[in-house]
């Protein structure tokens, strides 16, 4: 439920002739990080296609995937190996393909 309606049904719960016994609000996970900053982040970009959000934490120790990546990142074994664009390749055949003609 977003923010504007939640403050319609606190303004109809003070209406002399309205009684407001409660309302139902659902959160849905949408994006999971490492680290809270990130989650901020995710937030800051995407929230126009998500209307409100807002960080949550929750235990991911039954998830070994997340565990694996954890352990790997801590022990030095997972390392970022940056891989060109599919667009870059792209370019480069292109040009390529000019010059061999």
Known sequence: MSESSCVR??????L?????TG???RWEIVNSH???DAAEAFI???RHDYGEMRVYAESQYYAWEFEAIKAAIL????????V???KDKE???????????
């Open 75 to 82: 022990s030095g074994t997972l390392h970022f190996t940056p």
């Open 91 to 101: 370019l480069v055949q292109m040009e390529n393909c000019r010059f061999t003609k």
């Open 16 to 20: 002399e002739d309205h009684t407001v």
């Open 23 to 25: 309302w139902n609000t």
């Open 44 to 46: 800051r970009r995407k």
């Open 34 to 36: 490492f680290t809270k």
């Open 84 to 86: 060109p664009d599919v």
């Open 9 to 14: 049904w606190e303004i109809l719960s003070e």
